[in-house]
């Protein structure tokens, strides 16, 4: 029965904004994506949305959902629904969740999560985490973000704001963090700060992780060493946070992790240099699953747990 249950899922970045349904086993059933506009007027981003929404629901093939599920750049108030996106400027303090509901869920149950948390929670229940109790799912990226599924269920911390590893303190003597805070792992692994390195070490090429990256598989050391050190610095972040919470598996996606083993191999290393205990070094660390719906699969999973109990 329960996989005839499906959800309206909203997938919002700096990016792209994307909605589709999914059903409870996290097929997305139907969806479609515009690019996120670029301007400083909230309402041009919303009406981009609700365009986008609107379209969706009038195709026949859409069906009916039982709840909505949001997932959305933070930061946020939370559960409140005030968004803040880093990369959506133009939504500071915007009041998405009430906005949604009042549109697209009047009598159906409507929530929000941090979109790192929302792709960790589909990666625990559908993807690289499945039948594992204790699952970190990081996203390395523009920024650096996460979330925590401990004993099989999220983790939410008292403001929402659990699973924040982007801001370990990973080099208490480095880099000035966006947070307000130093040295955490963000100022060092985010795709900007690996460009920015590089560029200090001698790089000339374009100044982003991604020409940063081309430049380390054709040799540059500068561009080897930029993405060495954001390697390591995620390898000593995950290390801790092993042996903090005990976990099972540690899943990290995002753009940066998809250049592979440029910042696999420098993880990996420091994770073994800096794991001690057997129960820290059994954590295994994977690549996600899901692709690039996961977004998708998880902001509905986040609405599956108000409509589907225990599940
Ligand atoms: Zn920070």
């Given at each position: 029965?329960?996989?005839?249950?499906?959800?309206?899922a909203?997938?919002?970045?700096?990016?792209?904004?994307?909605?589709?349904v999914?059903?409870?086993?996290?097929?997305?059933?139907?969806?479609?994506?515009?690019?996120t506009?670029?301007?400083?007027?909230?309402?041009?981003?919303?009406?981009?949305?609700?365009?986008?929404v609107?379209?969706?629901?009038?195709?026949?093939?859409?069906?009916?959902?039982?709840?909505?599920?949001?997932g959305?750049?933070?930061?946020?108030?939370?559960p409140?629904?005030?968004?803040?996106?880093?990369?959506?400027?133009?939504?500071?303090?915007f009041?998405?969740?009430?906005?949604?509901?009042?549109?697209?869920?009047?009598?159906k149950p409507?929530?929000?999560?941090?979109?790192?948390?929302a792709?960790?929670v589909?990666?625990h229940?559908?993807?690289?985490?499945?039948?594992?109790?204790h699952?970190?799912?990081?996203?390395v990226?523009?920024?650096?973000?996460?979330?925590?599924?401990?004993?099989?269920?999220?983790?939410?911390g008292?403001?929402?704001?659990a699973?924040?590893?982007g801001?370990?303190?990973?080099?208490?003597?480095?880099?000035?963090?966006?947070?307000?805070?130093?040295?955490?792992?963000?100022?060092?692994a985010?795709?900007?700060?690996i460009?920015?390195?590089?560029?200090?070490r001698?790089?000339?090429?374009?100044?982003?992780a991604?020409?940063?990256a081309?430049?380390a598989r054709?040799g540059?050391?500068?561009?080897?060493?930029?993405?060495?050190?954001?390697?390591?610095?995620?390898?000593?972040?995950?290390?801790?946070?092993?042996a903090?919470?005990?976990?099972?598996?540690?899943?990290?996606?995002g753009?940066?992790?998809?250049?592979?083993?440029?910042?696999?191999?420098?993880?990996?290393?420091?994770?073994?240099?800096?794991?001690?205990?057997?129960?820290?070094r059994?954590?295994?660390?994977?690549a996600?699953?899901l692709?690039?719906?996961?977004?998708l699969?998880?902001?509905?999973?986040?609405?599956?747990?108000?409509?589907?109990?225990q599940?």
């Amino acid at each position: 029965m329960t996989s005839q249950v499906a959800a309206l899922a909203l997938d919002i970045g700096g990016t792209k904004l994307a909605a589709g349904v999914v059903d409870s086993r996290g097929v997305v059933l139907v969806h479609a994506r515009v690019p996120t506009p670029v301007t400083d007027d909230a309402g041009v981003v919303w009406a981009a949305l609700v365009a986008l929404v609107d379209s969706l629901l009038a195709d026949p093939a859409t069906g009916r959902f039982a709840a909505v599920g949001i997932g959305c750049g933070g930061p946020m108030v939370w559960p409140a629904g005030l968004v803040s996106p880093l990369n959506i400027p133009a939504w500071r303090g915007f009041p998405l969740l009430d906005l949604v509901r009042e549109r697209y869920a009047r009598t159906k149950p409507c929530v929000i999560h941090n979109d790192a948390v929302a792709l960790a929670v589909a990666e625990h229940r559908w993807g690289a985490g499945r039948g594992a109790d204790h699952v970190l799912g990081m996203v390395v990226s523009t920024g650096v973000g996460a979330g925590l599924v401990l004993g099989g269920h999220r983790v939410d911390g008292t403001s929402g704001n659990a699973g924040h590893i982007g801001h370990l303190i990973v080099d208490p003597q480095g880099p000035d963090c966006a947070c307000g805070g130093r040295g955490c792992l963000e100022s060092i692994a985010r795709g900007p700060a690996i460009a920015a390195y590089a560029v200090e070490r001698g790089w000339t090429g374009e100044p982003t992780a991604v020409a940063v990256a081309t430049g380390a598989r054709e040799g540059n050391l500068a561009a080897i060493a930029a993405f060495a050190r954001a390697g390591r610095a995620v390898g000593v972040a995950v290390a801790s946070a092993a042996a903090l919470l005990d976990l099972d598996v540690v899943i990290i996606g995002g753009g940066i992790a998809e250049t592979g083993d440029l910042l696999f191999e420098p993880l990996r290393a420091a994770f073994d240099e800096h794991a001690g205990f057997e129960f820290v070094r059994r954590c295994r660390i994977v690549a996600p699953e899901l692709g690039p719906r996961a977004g998708l699969s998880g902001a509905a999973a986040l609405a599956f747990d108000l409509v589907i109990p225990q599940h």
